[in-house]
């Protein structure tokens, strides 16, 4: 019924940027906090950022502050991950997440849908 797919990931020098995009298949989609989590190898899966319905609050993991920004246009039911800054330790598999929830975005139990993850390698 609901389908998330991320894209936009690669492969870039660190320093460099890239964006992600996250195209839902939501009915409601202005009704949902939207969120985004990495897993690097052999590590378990962790917040990122998240934004709520409006598009009007970020909440990001202190290790990400500064350098990657969430956004979200509801008209298109995208929503946007902007990384800079990126170092090697950045490097994991992307996903976007999607819950009506409104409160504890950083835990991924709270989420009820989930991307299929893109891929982001950051070289030295």
């Known amino acids: 019924q609901v389908q998330l797919v991320e894209s936009g990931g690669g492969l870039v020098q660190g320093g460099g940027s890239l964006r992600l995009s996250c195209a839902a298949s939501?009915?409601?989609?202005?009704?949902?906090?939207m969120g985004w989590f990495r897993q690097a190898p052999g590590k378990e899966r962790e917040f990122v950022g998240a934004?709520?319905?409006?598009?009007?609050?970020?909440y990001y993991v202190d290790s990400v502050k500064g350098r990657f920004t969430i956004s979200r246009d509801n008209a298109k039911n995208m929503v946007y991950l902007q990384m800079n800054s990126l170092k090697p330790e950045d490097t994991a598999v992307y996903y976007c997440a999607a819950t009506s929830r409104a409160t504890m975005w950083e835990t991924e139990d709270v989420y009820n849908y989930w991307g299929q993850g893109t891929q982001v390698t950051v070289s030295s």
């Open positions: 934004i709520n319905w409006g598009g009007t609050n970020t």
């Open positions: 939501i009915r409601t989609f202005d009704s949902y906090v």
